[in-house]
């Protein structure tokens, strides 16, 4: 950086060479995280503290199948409340037989939660060049290509890039450029609220946050994705039923984003050491975010969640009437899912004129700067917040 200008340099044709074409490809495999690198109880040791937990009177019925947030537990006590008038049974037999089978699927499952979240796709980028020049022209093109197939499942990223620039020399003393960029970008990712500062704890904190790392660290390995039917397999998370895997499928978040530039460079030589620089350039940027939730997410339905009394009065997500405290809670999303949808643009112009000027006396290098500049940025921001929304209405 010189007087807070940071210079950074690009690629360039060059004068008197044929043309030329280079093409470059660059692919990485990026390896799973291991729970042989961190410090966590597998299912077996788990189950045992479960165990532990509900001789001593924490997993009865109504906490575990009403409760906040619930695990095996949670499924066992529902699959044995749960009766189908078709057969005339109840999912689950209510001996100790029929629970002791239960458990000791849980117990064994040792579910390895980075091996099923996190992929092992490739990123893979290609990049294709041409440059060259004539007598009072050089020349330098590239188009590049990238393609991130996610390090997990619910990450995605196709990116595209292009570059053109040429210099002009039309005298001795004068030199000028033109360039062009523009690149697009579509990412996907899991879906993803703000996060809020707990003044007390001093800690951030983000309601149902589905990161597939903090998701797999934090997860219980006696959960499992599948039940034995290989059905999707629900557990409790905040009052409502959760799948990550169905989450991810109904609680997206999509990325688009444009952006160009032009620029224009022109560098005369008013003598030895001493030179002018003018530059103008034009900036021209959209980014579009889109978050879709169904209502068939754990997010949607924890905002419906009042099976009973208590949960609606435990349920933070349904609205309180603070002037009526006794009162049941209320649904705020009876029907439909969320859309949160972000517009932003940026429109931006740039121009400088420099004077550059380097002299050596002695064994001493001196170097003076100085520019005068002009911007303007114009920033607009459109944000959308839907409720209700019928997906599966188009």
Do not use: C
């Not at 022209?137 to 590049?144: E, H, I, L, P, R």
């Not at 009876?334 to 121009?351: C, F, T, V």
């Amino acid at each position: 950086a010189l007087n807070g200008v940071i210079v950074i340099t690009t690629k360039n044709g060059r004068r008197d060479t044929p043309l030329s074409v280079n093409y470059s490809t660059e692919n990485t495999v990026r390896l799973k995280p291991r729970y042989a690198d961190f410090d966590l109880l597998n299912s077996q040791e788990t189950m045992s503290l479960y165990r532990e937990m509900e001789d001593k009177g924490y997993f009865n019925a109504g906490s575990a199948l009403y409760g906040r947030r619930g695990g095996v537990f949670h499924q066992y006590y529902k699959a044995a409340n749960t009766y189908d008038p078709s057969t005339g049974t109840f999912g689950l037999e209510n001996t100790d037989a029929a629970r002791r089978d239960f458990l000791r699927r849980a117990e064994y499952a040792n579910t390895d939660w980075f091996d099923l979240l996190f992929t092992l796709s490739p990123t893979t980028q290609h990049t294709l060049s041409l440059s060259g020049g004539g007598k009072n022209t050089a020349t330098y093109a590239s188009v590049g290509f990238l393609h991130d197939g996610g390090w997990t499942l619910p990450e995605k990223v196709d990116r595209l890039t292009a570059n053109l620039k040429n210099t002009f020399f039309v005298s001795p003393r004068l030199t000028a450029t033109l360039s062009a960029q523009g690149s697009l970008r579509s990412q996907s990712a899991p879906g993803t609220l703000p996060q809020r500062k707990n003044h007390t704890q001093g800690v951030f904190e983000r309601d149902f946050d589905i990161n597939p790392f903090s998701y797999a660290l934090g997860t219980s390995r006696t959960l499992s994705p599948y039940d034995a039917n290989g059905r999707l397999s629900f557990y409790r998370n905040n009052w409502a039923p959760f799948n990550i895997l169905n989450e991810y499928a109904n609680n997206t978040l999509d990325l688009e984003v444009i952006d160009f530039k032009l620029q224009g460079e022109a560098t005369y030589q008013l003598r030895e050491g001493l030179s002018l620089k003018a530059l103008v350039a034009a900036r021209r940027a959209h980014t579009s975010s889109t978050h879709k939730v169904t209502e068939n997410s754990n997010l949607v339905q924890a905002f419906r969640a009042n099976e009973t009394p208590l949960v609606a009065k435990e349920n933070v997500y349904l609205v309180h009437d603070k002037d009526h405290p006794d009162q049941q809670p209320q649904i705020g999303i009876p029907q439909g899912g969320l859309l949160d949808n972000n517009e932003a643009s940026l429109s931006s112009w740039l121009a400088r004129l420099a004077a550059d000027y380097d002299f050596r006396r002695g064994e001493h290098d001196f170097k003076a700067f100085a520019f005068a500049e002009l911007r303007t940025a114009h920033r607009t921001n459109t944000p959308f917040t839907g409720y209700g929304i019928q997906y599966d209405r188009g």
